[in-house]
């Protein structure tokens, strides 16, 4: 593919100028297939990788007992700040019920997402407060008679669970707290293989027709499966058209990294971030870069704009944020360190003091006389008072810096609050 087809392609999706509008054709059909389909793709790999766990099954959760650090790689940008406990639902059986233990001020969320990456439900600390309660998850169509139903859009789903975890010393009680949730439902059918992200056109085509056949995409998405018809739908299609639009779509999520608008150094969440409708574009590159991303009302995920402007930090010096006494949130914040990745994903690196992320809940922090907060970043130790405040970066490579606000009030989602940027020095 040239540069002005690339431009062109791309343009198509609103990710750059386009000289020349792409005309339609297979390889753009194939294109855009190719990213409608991504985060179905992405879904079944997650689950595949999930199963995997010891004692893993369909409408089975698992629990993970420490916090995330650099092993975790099983789904990019993890935190540091809660445990997760996670269930592969099917549906297709019959209902599921979720029971979440009564657990007073402990922030917790239940997201609930369809294939599609959509959170059909967030049951937690926002929603439902700390008394807990029983739940009848249920697929399409299905009736139930069980305590508060709650539709999920496809008949496979991915439950999450995040506990609030502060420190090491809160672990024994914060299991104690996971204990409490409670999955039951029928067994699940066994899962099978689908070919991942970066398999041969044809064989990730097969899939993405085998997924969607399980889990029926909404009415509102009949127009471009009509479009998409040849590559989603029964085919045929050319093997080297599929080629060149999957090289064009492979491209697109490359050239998405770079096209984050950056506001005050840092690129905000759009307001459809967990539910986003016909907006695939965007729900592929969240598949991509931040799979099982919440509602923006349940948490908002910043990302530093770096060195190049663009999310990517490449420096050997030292960086510094500083944050006013208070962010405006009703739960927590946290800045989360991640190694950056070629191909768009993000995972915690290894450093001497084991510190992932710094936030309002990191012990020994040093304030300033105001109440503010210096935070200090580098792959060295500043040394003095300054090592309390340390995020220790990687000892080379890129690197990312990511902001968590859990539970955001109304200034910070609308811009009347504004995080200050990151400074080099």
């Not at 409408?59 to 995330?68: D, E, F, G, K, V």
């Not at 907060?373 to 500043?382: K, Y």
Request: hydrophobic share 45%; charged share 20%; aromatic share 10%.
């Amino acid at each position: 593919m040239n540069r002005r087809e690339l431009l062109a392609a791309a343009g198509a999706l609103g990710l750059a100028p386009a000289f020349a509008q792409a005309a339609e054709g297979d390889a753009t059909v194939a294109r855009d297939a190719y990213l409608y389909a991504l985060p179905l793709i992405e879904m079944a790999t997650t689950r595949a990788r999930a199963l995997k766990a010891p004692g893993a099954a369909i409408n089975t959760l698992i629990h993970t007992r420490t916090l995330s650090d650099h092993t975790m790689r099983w789904v990019t940008t993890p935190n540091n700040d809660t445990l997760y406990s996670t269930a592969f639902l099917d549906l297709s059986k019959g209902p599921v019920t979720l029971t979440i233990p009564p657990l007073g001020a402990r922030y917790y969320c239940v997201a609930v997402m369809d294939m599609f990456t959509n959170n059909d439900v967030v049951l937690g600390t926002r929603t439902i407060g700390g008394r807990g309660g029983t739940f009848t998850l249920c697929g399409p169509g299905q009736a139930s008679s069980g305590p508060n139903p709650v539709r999920i859009a496809t008949p496979h789903a991915w439950l999450l669970i995040r506990t609030l975890v502060d420190g090491e010393a809160d672990l024994a009680a914060a299991h104690k707290a996971q204990d409490g949730f409670v999955v039951k439902g029928p067994p699940g059918a066994p899962v099978p293989a689908f070919a991942a992200r970066d398999a041969a056109p044809t064989d990730y085509f097969a899939a993405a027709r085998a997924l969607l056949a399980a889990n029926p995409a909404p009415a509102t998405d009949l127009k471009i499966l009509a479009r998409t018809a040849p590559f989603l739908g029964a085919g045929p299609f050319d093997a080297a058209t599929a080629a060149a639009g999957v090289e064009q779509a492979r491209m697109i999520t490359v050239f998405a990294r770079g096209r984050q608008v950056f506001t005050g150094g840092w690129s905000y969440p759009r307001p459809n971030l967990g539910d986003y409708g016909q907006d695939y574009l965007y729900r592929s590159i969240v598949a991509l870069q931040g799979l099982g991303a919440l509602p923006v009302a349940e948490a908002i995920y910043l990302k530093a704009a770096g060195d190049d402007g663009a999310g990517t930090f490449t420096g050997d010096g030292l960086y510094r944020l500083t944050l006013p006494p208070q962010l405006p949130l009703d739960a927590f914040w946290s800045l989360s360190m991640y190694e950056a990745l070629p191909d768009g994903q993000f995972f915690f690196t290894d450093n001497p003091i084991k510190r992932y992320t710094i936030g309002d809940r990191t012990p020994g922090l040093k304030r300033n006389a105001d109440g503010s907060l210096d935070l200090w970043i580098g792959r060295s130790d500043p040394g003095g008072e300054r090592s309390a405040n340390w995020l220790p970066a990687p000892k080379s490579g890129p690197f990312a810096l990511f902001l968590r606000a859990y539970l955001p009030r109304a200034e910070l989602l609308d811009g009347r609050f504004r995080v200050p940027a990151v400074v080099k020095l």
